[in-house]
């Protein structure tokens, strides 16, 4: 699963990181995090990528439409 834009912000806010603190943990420019969530453009796959490994090894779950309790995709912590 690839994670969407209202992922990686609701990923963010559960951690508490900035785009600056992400862009930082996943080797990435904060300016295509920042393009990302705003919709002006989409990263190369393999950046999308980074970022959702390094949001996972944080210890967030991404979750699809259906796993989620109210239905729709999501994330949530770990409980590790």
Known sequence: ????????????GL???SQQQLA???GVGRATIADF???????YA???EEMQR???????IFLESGQA???????RLSNE
């Open 37 to 43: 969530e705003t919709g002006k453009r989409t990263p």
């Open 54 to 60: 390094t949001l996972e090894s944080a210890g967030v």
């Open 15 to 17: 951690l508490g990181w």
């Open 69 to 75: 309790v109210t239905g729709g995709e999501g994330v």
């Open 24 to 26: 930082e943990a996943a």
């Open 46 to 48: 393999r950046t999308i």
């Open 1 to 12: 699963m690839v994670m969407s834009v209202a992922q990686i912000r609701a990923a963010r």
